[in-house]
């Protein structure tokens, strides 16, 4: 696995509408081999999240850590979500303080839709799956 370089804000790969990956894409040796540094890329910048473009891949793939309930130990697990399509859920919004490995060093006042629905590949045998969440904690 390797340390994947970041893209840094202005970079036109960041701005650039992303391909989807299909069942021949995902099965590739190189896209699970960019999954694998994905998540150690994020995990190396103290990330909660890191999208394929940000690492100049541009292709619909995204890696995070989800929190996990509060009656569970241990370290959050990387979930990988393919081809997602992100939508509100509700007219809530919340505004919050976020960071992005793309712009080191810098944290802003974002808003953001309280919930959403993030459909997306769920694998090869179970297409699609819709998952929705709240996006910060009250």
């Not at 999208?51 to 850590?65: G, I, K, W």
Request: charged share 25%.
């Amino acid at each position: 696995m390797s340390i994947l370089k970041v893209a840094r804000m202005g970079h036109p790969v960041l701005r650039a509408r992303a391909r989807e990956l299909d069942r021949a894409d995902i099965k590739r040796p190189a896209v699970q081999s960019l999954v694998d540094d994905m998540i150690e890329t994020m995990i190396e910048y103290h990330g909660v999240g890191l999208a394929a473009p940000q690492v100049h891949e541009s292709v619909r793939l995204f890696v995070a850590t989800i929190d996990q309930a509060d009656d569970e130990r241990g370290d959050p697990k990387p979930v990988v979500i393919i081809n997602p399509e992100i939508t509100p859920v509700g007219s809530e919004i919340i505004e919050d303080w976020e960071g992005c490995l793309s712009i080191p060093d810098i944290r802003g006042a974002c808003r953001a839709p309280a919930r959403l629905c993030c459909a997306h590949w769920a694998g090869m045998e179970s297409g699609l799956n819709c998952a929705c969440t709240a996006t910060r904690r009250a």
